[in-house]
C-alpha cells in the first residue's frame, strides 16, 4: 500500500509542475531628450503550453515486460475521448499465448492523448503451459487514472495507478495455473511516440 501511496504523490506532484513557468526580471536605462534619466525595472513571468496536436499515439509498458511484452495503439476520437488497442505475449518461459486489450481514455480537461485521464479497460488473455495440456483464459475488467505527457516533440511518457478484476477458466489435468480470479492492483508506466 505504501507503494500506491508513493506513486499518487508522485502523479500530484507531476500534475503541478506539468506547465511550466519562466520569470524574466529586466532593468532598464533610458536618457531623455531634456538629459533626465530613468530607471525602470519590470518582473515578466509567463506560462507554456505545448499544444501541439496529436491524434495518433504507440506505447509499451516497460513494467509489464516482467509478464508480458506489449504494445498499444492509441487514436482520437474527439477532444475529449481517445480509444485504444493492444496485443501482448508472455515473457515468462515455458509459458505460451497471447492477450489482447482495449482502452478508453477520457480526458476530463478536452486535450486529448495530453493530460490527466480516467481510462476503463478490458482484457482477454490466453496461456498455455509448454508442453502440457494445461491452459487458461483469462477475463479482466479494470480502470487507471493518469497523467500523459510529451517531455520532447512526439516523445510520450505517462503514468497511471488502478485494479484490475481478473476471471478466469482453467482447463488443465495438472491444475498448474491453480485459481486465476480476483482484484489486483494495476500500475502503468507507458513511453512511446505520438503524431
Known sequence: MNSLKSICVILIFSTLVINAQVKTEEKKKTVTASGDTVYTES???????????????????PLKFFIFYNLTYF???????????????????GLGGFGVNAEARIYPSGKTLRGFYVAPNISYNNLTV?????????FSLGALVGWQWFPGDDFAIGLGIGFDYYTGSVDDIDNDFGNYSGSVPAVRFDIGYAW
Not at 78 to 86: E, I, Q, R, Y
Open 43 to 61: 518582473t515578466i513571468i509567463t506560462t507554456s503550453e505545448d499544444i501541439t496536436p496529436r491524434a495518433d499515439m504507440i506505447v509499451i509498458n
Open 75 to 93: 487514436h482520437k476520437v474527439s477532444d475529449k475521448v481517445a480509444l485504444g488497442g493492444g496485443i501482448q505475449i508472455p515473457t515468462i518461459g
Open 130 to 138: 509448454n508442453n502440457s495440456n494445461s491452459s487458461v483464459s483469462a
